[in-house]
């Protein structure tokens, strides 16, 4: 799998939907690692445009300079985050720029890219030009367009209405390329209308800080069009080792923002004109709301990520996000729902079994995992648990189905818990005639907590890992069919560590 998030735009700092977005990613990429796939997976910042131009003249600093600033947080985020991308591509890097050009002077070349002049509308917010029937019922312009101006200029346009029916053709042709599938209906309601060429360019009297085009350096290049050949530049188009070993493996994970046009329309349309073959798959998750209302930064309406883990940890960021985003659909943000999985299923359900399981073998084993000695009832419940649970699991992941996933593994290890519960090993500790129940009940809960840890790697980065060094093993398993089978003797005579506080009271 070649992987990759939307490069965010470098006019702000992350918030809770950049930060989603990159644990969504990485939880995916460590999926098909542990599953033996190769992955390579790359993330970014766009740096060009009218709004980063505008964001540095107020800061009273150079564009490139704000752009070094913006990067530097994202790459913070990512670090904080435990992100494992294999490369950052920026739009302002010259193997970038470079592949930009290349691009623009072949569709030049190829008769796709001609200049006119154009009056119209112009979204100075989204640095789009817009038609008269993007305007509401009583006239006005919708709110995301922010200042909508009149503008009569001369432009390069990209001849993107000439592959319409093309793409209408490969959309229908392909009904699992957009997850979830309701994207895919709406992108060919929007393709019942007929698409105007794509204004690929931008005067450098208005705009300076882009890409010049090759063919007219009096014009630099629009930031959409820059921004989406991130995907082809940073593998190194068109004749890198990267490229050819990865591109027919691409899956693109964005927002739904950003599907239509962009993702949707122009990407596909620039990569048949090019004749390369389209991604694999695009999935496109929502937005994450605050009781109901979209985050901005015109209303104040936030969450700061990097306060989240900074207070929570990393982990509990990610679980957090992954457990409560039903994946496609908007989610909810509130501190009181974070607060509830944190001390319940982080802190009370995981946390405290893994902490009372090491002192119970400590105190009445000597820290050494013993041998199962016994199998009833309560051992051959708990492992047919186990059996139908590891069913459940990677196939709620092929399934995009993140959340199930999670649910599904804790369920596992609430499991173990009510198994505890059940054969008492503290009450079982002052039976000297119980020394084999005992034994039997701590190896089948560290069995079971061996196995939720390799199943929760992909999620808690940090805690999944720790959990099997705790228990005597690799800090991390393949998700093969031996790493993945109830053994009663994989752990035996393991030295474990001492308990920790993995998720504290806060």
């Known amino acids: 799998m070649y992987l990759t998030t939307a490069i965010d735009y470098a006019n702000g700092s992350p918030h809770l939907g950049h930060a989603y977005e990159k644990v969504l990613a990485d939880a995916l990429a460590r999926v098909q690692r542990l599953k033996g796939e190769a992955v390579y997976w790359v993330t970014g910042l766009d740096e060009h445009g009218q709004k980063v131009q505008q964001a540095a003249l107020a800061a009273g600093v150079a564009p490139q300079a704000h752009c070094d600033g913006i990067a530097a947080g ?107 599938a309701f994207r895919r209906s709406q992108v060919l309601e929007f393709l019942k209308e007929p698409l105007n060429d794509l204004c690929i360019s931008r005067p450098i009297t208005r705009l300076s800080w882009g890409i010049p085009l090759p063919f007219d350096n009096e014009y630099v290049t629009y930031v959409w069009f820059d921004a989406l050949i991130n995907y082809i530049s940073v593998l190194g188009y068109p004749s890198g080792p990267l490229f050819a070993q990865h591109w027919d493996s691409a899956v693109h994970v964005i927002g739904k923002d950003i599907l239509v046009p962009p993702h949707a329309v122009y990407w596909p349309i620039m990569l048949h004109a090019l004749k390369l073959p389209l991604p694999k798959q695009l999935i496109v998750h929502g937005w994450w709301l605050v009781r109901g209302e979209k985050m901005s930064k015109s209303t104040g309406l936030r969450v700061d990520p990097m306060e989240l883990v900074a207070a929570y940890g990393s982990d ?63 051992e051959m419940a708990l492992e047919a648990f186990f059996k139908q649970t590891i069913k459940e699991i990677p196939a709620a992941y092929a399934r995009l189905e993140l959340h199930k996933a999670i649910e ?90 001492e308990k920790p506080i993995l998720f504290p009271r806060k």
């Open 408 to 497: 599904e593994t804790f369920s596992l290890v609430r499991a173990i818990n009510r198994y505890a519960e059940e054969r008492a090993p503290w009450k079982l500790s002052k039976d000297p005639h119980a020394q084999a129940a005992l034994n039997t009940t701590l190896a089948t809960m560290a069995e079971g907590l061996r196995l939720a840890a390799v199943l929760l790697l992909p999620v808690l980065t940090q805690a999944a890992p720790r959990i099997l060094t705790l228990l005597g093993q690799a800090p991390s398993a393949p998700w093969s069919a031996e790493a993945l089978q109830w053994s009663r003797s994989c752990l035996t005579g393991a030295k474990v560590g």
């Open 74 to 180: 994202f790459q913070a985020l990512c670090g904080a985050l435990d992100i494992s991308h294999d490369d950052y591509i920026r739009t302002t890097e010259p193997r970038h720029k470079a592949v930009v050009a290349e691009i623009l002077q072949v569709l030049y070349d190829d008769g796709l890219i001609y200049k006119a002049e154009y009056t119209g509308f112009y979204s100075v917010r989204n640095e789009q030009f817009v038609q008269p029937k993007d305007r509401l019922e009583d006239g006005t312009w919708p709110e995301s367009y922010g200042e909508v101006v009149s503008l009569t200029e001369q432009n390069y346009f990209f001849a993107l209405s000439r592959f319409q029916d093309w793409l209408i053709a490969e959309l229908k042709a392909r009904p699992d390329w957009i997850f979830p």
């Open 316 to 378: 509990a960021f990610r679980y957090y996000v992954l457990r409560e985003m039903v994946l496609g659909q908007d989610g909810d943000f509130s501190q009181e729902s974070f607060d509830q999985r944190y001390k319940s299923d982080l802190g009370n359900d995981l946390g405290n079994l893994v902490s009372r399981l090491l002192h119970m073998i400590a105190t009445y084993c000597g820290g050494v995992i013993p041998a199962p000695t016994l199998r009833e009832a309560p």
